[in-house]
């Protein structure tokens, strides 16, 4: 462990043991302001989704990024994967910038727009990337929520997961595309594959539905895996299958994952780290056992607190937040946990705290948090 | 049978089964199903989608879609037979004395109707208020019981959040104050801090008003925190069924036990999930034995052949499993 007073990041390792490194990301979405908002000049508003965050995952790492719905989890994931650009920050993804890629190649580099004190300006992007985000994505792969309408009816297990081979014009044979969607099938855990590729998704179970998307996010062979809530739609019973061939998947491919949900407590399991995220900001992000054993900010307190545990002789006092996450227009002064807060005081309503090292590469954003 | 207690039961169902009958074959959804629920209890019902808890509770209310058929089996509330009462009796005691809260069902609500109408609509049709205006101040009560302020009743569904709308679901369900109430997933589709404040409610009405719950979840973990009793039923029958604690810390059916392993747990997160092996067993198309055999590490010969019917092993702890053979007489209490 490193002395507590040197910064978790950019304790200057060397860049390649970062797959992916995010900073000051922003994104909102401007909302319409109506046709009397816009006569009287009124100020535009917007959704603050994704409010400045910062964190970076190192090879065959697995980060969890937990929050409640409208926190801007799924946002991140989709700014990442370049399906939205980011208003401001940069995404580096092994080590070169990413943030302002251009779908195909001899597309201008995408310019964002940005806000700054109610002005709307262009803001053009700093690099000239030699890359497209059609070939990044060749390298990073998402898995989405739902299995059940992920997957096109009408085509075949390999039409699917042959896909993004086509797509991508990977590979030049049929032999090669068949040994390749066999590859990624059986490292999805659906053996043997000649057995599922003709089948249809109305043929598969859940779980088995999530192992061909999986398998079709496998096939290009990414080193960084985006997983959006993959096992919240799916029975308790086929969520731990999924949750150890993630796992799995980490140890024999050396994948990198982002396993974004709302539940701390399959997060807990497999997870290196985790990042809470609250109202578009981290609030706390540190090792999963450091932040599980010691969680720092009242917020992940609260969230642990509230998780059920299957063993009735547990039953304990429930930290209830009142009310629901505040609407991310029209975010609270200083903290922005304060209105909800349990511990706040006088100073909350002031200043926004900033992330700060409570432990080793454990920070939180509280001003109560213990430095050290 | 039922967890041991001495006092009449408030509800008692006995050998349910309910079928499907469809073009693909009978689906036997509910297969001889009994239990029993006190007054100011609340009982977790549990188990994987499609193994019939939802038809099973459907049944009691005797709400089935058209292909549904109740084979055989009592359903007992108060004494009464819900099997033997005609639609119209029926309809009076439905609401009334037992009610239910969806699946799903905060999405139910008529996006045209203010909140407080469409309680308040309840009220009327069973005869509790002469009219919406009269309702009103019934809404409001139990607009409040639910952690609503009364100034939200004229407010339409759009206006309020999902954790509201599911609020709103249960001061419906509790319009006429029934005695039972059955939740179908009730937290299902929403946040873990809006989960808690819902299951924090249950809890402060049914402690409050007396009322018994039957919780239906795929959640283990709900149902330790919230339940006395537990029923696990697996391919529709009772796989196991004793008190909360038992069935958390002395498992006996090696479903119930998988079950718990593939569970993750805050409290101890050094373990590892397990997950069970293949798929419940389609409900046209059952195995000629124990249902949960073709899944089961410990099943042997006998389970193939032979269906478990429940079994006493200790007083008020039922399990449908070979491994274990009826308790002495005596111990059944």
Known sequence: MPPADVPPRRASPPEEDFILEVEGLHKEFPLPRGLTGTLRRRPRKAVHAVDGISFDLRRGEILALVGESGCGKTTTALTLMGLITADEGTIRFNGQDVTHLGERAGDRPRASIAQVNGRMYRKEPSVFPAITMKRLRRQMQMVFQDPYESLNPRATVLESVAEPLEVHAVTRSREEKLARVRQALEDAGLSPAEAFMSRRPHELSGGQRQRVVIAGALVLEPVLLIADEPVSMLDVSIRAEILNLLDELRARRGISILYITHDLATAAYFTDRIAVMYLGRIAEIGPTRRVLAHPQHPYTRALLSVIPVPNPRMRRQRIILGGETPNPVDLPGGCRFHPRCPLAFDDCARTDPPLILVGAEHQAACLLADPG | ?333
């Open chain 2, 1 to 333: 049978m039922g967890v041991a207690d001495p006092q009449p039961p408030l509800l008692e169902v006995r050998h349910l089964s309910t079928h499907y009958v469809t073009d693909e074959g009978v689906f036997r959804a509910v297969d001889d199903l009994s239990f029993r629920v006190m007054k100011g209890e609340s009982m977790g019902l549990v188990g994987e989608s499609g193994c019939g808890k939802t038809t099973a509770m459907l049944s009691l209310l005797r709400l089935l879609p058209a292909a549904g058929r109740i084979v055989s089996g009592e359903v007992l509330l108060e004494g009464r037979d819900l099997m033997a009462l005609d639609e119209a009796e029926m309809r009076a005691l439905r609401w009334d004395r037992l009610s239910m809260i969806f699946q799903g069902a905060m999405n139910a609500l008529n996006p045209v109707r203010s909140v407080g109408d469409q309680i308040g609509e309840a009220l009327v049709i069973h005869g509790l208020a002469p009219g919406l205006g009269a309702a009103a101040p019934r809404v409001g009560e139990l607009l409040e019981m639910v952690g609503i302020p009364r100034s939200r009743e004229a407010h339409f569904p759009h206006q309020y959040s999902g954790g509201m709308r599911q609020r709103a679901m249960i001061a419906m369900a509790l319009a006429c104050s029934p005695q039972v109430v059955i939740a179908d997933e009730p937290t299902t589709a929403l946040d873990v801090m809006i989960q808690a404040q819902i299951l924090e409610l249950l809890e402060r009405l049914q402690r409050e008003l007396g009322l018994a719950v039957i919780l239906v979840t795929h959640d283990l973990s709900v149902v330790a925190e919230l339940c006395h009793s537990v029923l696990v039923m697996y391919g529709g029958a009772l796989a196991e069924y004793s008190n909360v604690d038992r069935i958390f810390n002395d498992p006996r059916h090696p479903y119930t036990r998988l079950l718990l392993s593939a569970f993750p747990d805050l409290s101890r997160p050094e373990g590892k999930l397990i997950s069970i092996p293949g798929h419940p067993p389609r409900l046209n198309d059952l195995p000629p034995g124990c249902r949960f055999a073709p899944r089961c590490p410990q099943a042997f010969d006998r389970c193939r052949l032979e269906s478990p019917s429940p079994r006493l092993v200790e007083p008020g702890h039922w399990v449908a499993c070979h491994l274990y053979e009826e308790a002495a007489l005596d111990a059944a209490g």
